[in-house]
């Protein structure tokens, strides 16, 4: 009898226990479809500019990046160097040496711009060659010595004042394309003072144009050819006892002739104190001599009137 009473309560148990397993199966699955709808939503909201600013970052960085690159590309300025060079050598033939580098420079598709030979038989050499044949010449030259006595380089980089010249010519010829135009026009509509005004002034940034055009022109040629100055001393072993250059017959002739002036000398001064002395002397010892003879017959009186 107990049992069948109660039979009813577990059921309402059993039933409750169902209800509550279906709530909570329902909010299990609500919440599981929300948490998508949420993370679309997010997904669909627009981006902030302040989360936008590292992409913009990132593509300003890309584009300082692609320039960079883009200026390695570009050639760079070509340096212009002007080479000098002075080196010192002695040799046992000063003449040979100097014909053995008068041949070189030929070689080297330079010139000779100076040459001389001393007394004694030193002498000196001054050599144009291209600069890229610069150290083989000097190579070559150390070959031809005994010894080198001493040698120095130097280099000067003359790429800046060249870049400023380029510089100022452009500019100077587009203002004097501007004065050529305004020069035509001034001639059709405009007066004399004017035409001549700007003639004036055309004529002037022509001359500044032929001046900077002479100075490129230089550093240009300094700059493909450079230029070697060479010492050549004669080896003391290579001497002749006597000097190369005595001359008995010339010393005697000297000799003769400084003799010939010396008396020539004496002439003229015999010559001049006649002329010019005599006269004076006379004008000097007449009236000297008179005093003496009245000093004389004035005292001779004296002693007559005393006797």
Known sequence: MKNK???????????CMIIIWASLAVACGAAKSEAPKLVNEQAAKPVPAATQAPAAGQADEKKADDQSIALKKQTPQ??????????????????????LITDLANKKEGYVSASNIYQYGNGTITIRVPATQYQATLTELRAMAVRVDHESSNTQDVTEEYVDLEARLKNLETAELALQKLLDERQRVGSTSDILDVYRE????????EQIEGRM??????????????????????????APTWQPLEVAQEALQMLVSILQNVVNGLIWGTVCGLPLILLVA????????????????QSELKN
């Open 286 to 301: 007449v009236p000297f001599g008179f005093v003496i003879w009245r000093f004389r017959r004035w005292k001779k009186a």
């Open 217 to 242: 022109r230089f550093l240009n040629n300094q700059a493909a050819l450079s230029t070697i100055t060479v010492d050549l001393w004669l080896n003391v072993l290579s001497k002749p006892v006597s």
């Open 78 to 99: 070509a340096r212009i160097i002007i080479y000098t060079g002075n080196i010192a050598l002695v040799v046992k033939d000063v003449s040979a040496t100097i014909n």
């Open 5 to 15: 009473k109660m039979a009813p309560f577990q059921k309402i148990g059993f039933l």
């Open 202 to 209: 055309l004529t002037n940034i022509r001359g500044q144009i």
